[in-house]
C-alpha cells in the first residue's frame, strides 16, 4: 500500500496556466508538508500544515495556495504558472509537534513542467 | 537558504568498497536524517539520529553524530551497485519550533561493478 501518493505524476502545461497537484496519506499522520526540488536536487520546504493548520509558509508567491480538507490531504494549487515553477514537487508527512524528530514519508514526486 | 552543505558532491566506487558522505549543518538541531533517492524518484527515509546520540547502526549503514562540530557522517559498508543514488542529509529544526526538515545538498554516490 502506498503510505503518500500524489497525483499527477507528470504536468506538462503551458505558462499562465493554472493547476492544481494532490497528495493522499494513510499513515494517519497530523503533519504533511511540500518542498520543492529544483533542477540542482536543492529540496527546499514551501508549506507545512498541521492538522489541517498551516504552521509553515517559507516565503513562497501567493500564486501557490496550499489547501488541507483533512488530515489525510494536502493540496497545492498554483495560478499563472511561470518557467521558475518547473521543478519536482514533493508531499510529506509525519507525525508532527514542536520537537518533531519523527521518521518522514515522501511521495513519489510530481514532475511540473512549464512551456 | 541550504542548511546543510555535503561531502564530497559526487563519489564513485566500486563495488563491495565502503563510502562515506559527510554533512555539516549551521545551527542547533534536534535530530538529524539520512534520504536516499534513487534517479527520478521521491525519497527514502534511511536512519534518524537524535542530538543527543552519538551513533546509530542500521545494517549495512552507520551514522555518526558530532553536535560539537555540527556534523554527521553516513557509512555504507560493502556497497552494492544498487546502492547508486543521491544521499541527503536532512535535520530538524531546534527544540521549540515548528517541527520542519532542512535538506543539504545532497551527495550524488555511483556504485559500479
Known amino acids: 500500500d502506498t503510505a503518500v501518493s500524489q497525483t499527477p505524476k507528470y504536468l506538462v502545461t503551458q505558462m499562465g496556466n493554472d493547476k492544481s497537484i494532490k497528495c493522499e496519506q494513510n499513515?494517519?499522520?497530523?503533519?504533511m508538508y511540500w518542498y520543492k526540488q529544483d533542477s540542482k536536487k536543492f529540496l527546499k520546504i514551501m508549506f507545512s500544515?498541521?492538522?489541517?493548520?498551516?504552521?509553515i509558509n517559507e516565503t513562497v508567491p501567493n500564486r501557490f495556495s496550499p489547501k488541507s480538507p483533512d488530515k489525510a490531504h494536502l493540496n497545492l494549487h498554483i495560478n499563472s504558472l511561470e518557467l521558475g515553477d518547473s521543478a519536482v514537487y514533493f508531499c510529506?508527512?509525519?507525525?508532527?509537534?514542536?520537537?518533531?524528530?519523527?521518521?518522514?514519508?515522501f511521495g513519489p514526486g510530481t514532475r511540473l513542467t512549464v512551456l | 537558504s541550504q542548511q546543510g552543505e555535503e561531502d564530497p558532491q559526487a563519489l564513485s566506487i566500486q563495488e563491495g568498497e565502503n563510502a562515506t558522505m559527510n554533512c555539516s549543518y549551521k545551527?542547533?538541531?534536534?535530530?538529524l536524517q539520512w534520504y536516499r533517492q534513487n534517479s527520478g524518484r521521491g525519497l527514502v527515509h534511511l536512519i534518524l539520529?537524535?542530538?543527543?546520540?552519538r551513533e546509530k547502526h542500521s545494517g549495512r549503514l552507520r551514522v555518526t553524530l558530532d553536535t560539537s562540530k555540527k556534523s554527521s557522517s553516513l557509512l555504507i559498508t560493502a556497497s552494492r551497485a544498487a546502492d547508486t543514488a543521491s544521499y541527503f542529509c536532512a535535520t530538524g529544526g531546534p527544540d521549540g519550533t515548528a517541527s520542519k526538515l532542512t535538506f543539504g545538498t545532497g551527495t550524488r554516490l555511483q556504485v559500479t561493478l
Open positions: 499513515l494517519g499522520h497530523d503533519t
Open positions: 510529506a508527512s509525519t507525525m508532527g509537534g514542536i520537537l518533531g524528530g519523527a521518521r518522514w514519508f
Open positions: 500544515y498541521n492538522n489541517k493548520e498551516l504552521i
Open positions: 539520529i537524535r542530538s543527543n546520540e
Open positions: 545551527t542547533s538541531i534536534n535530530n
